[in-house]
């Protein structure tokens, strides 16, 4: 079983940065890839980012691209998203997630075997 916690969600003016965390229990976490995705109310949970286990591959939702870096630290258990640029439409619940069998499709929800809580992010405009 792995738990995994997110934090540094907040309220944050349009423009503005955050930068998510999201510590995992256990000691593989090295092993696993990552994700981030988000949900705002009303619509489904959607793809944000994935980084590799091996820290060398990362991938974004286009939404986020150029304004969004996933990157982790392994000897801190700690997969980070650092958001730039905030927008309104960035406005959301923000789940980590960590996939154990290092599937194929990093976007794909059923990827992922493990979620944290989320943490929330409101953009104010």
């Known amino acids: 079983q792995v738990q995994l916690v997110e934090s540094g969600g907040g309220l944050v003016q349009a423009g503005g940065s955050l930068r998510l965390s999201c510590t995992a229990s256990?000691?593989?976490?090295?092993?696993?890839?990552m994700g981030w995705f988000r949900q705002a109310p009303g619509k489904e949970r959607e793809f944000v980012a994935c980084?590799?286990?091996?820290?060398?591959?990362?991938y974004y939702a286009d939404a986020v691209k150029g304004r969004f870096t996933i990157s982790r630290d392994n000897a801190k258990n700690t997969v980070y998203l650092k958001m730039n640029e905030l927008t309104p439409e960035d406005t959301a619940n923000y789940y980590c997630?960590?996939?154990?069998?290092?599937?194929?499709?990093?976007?794909?929800?059923?990827?992922?075997?493990?979620w944290g809580q989320g943490t929330q992010l409101t953009v104010s405009s």
């Open positions: 256990g000691r593989s976490f090295r092993s696993y890839d």
């Open positions: 980084i590799r286990w091996s820290g060398l591959n990362t």
């Open positions: 997630a960590a996939d154990v069998d290092r599937g194929e499709t990093v976007t794909a929800l059923g990827k992922y075997d493990y």
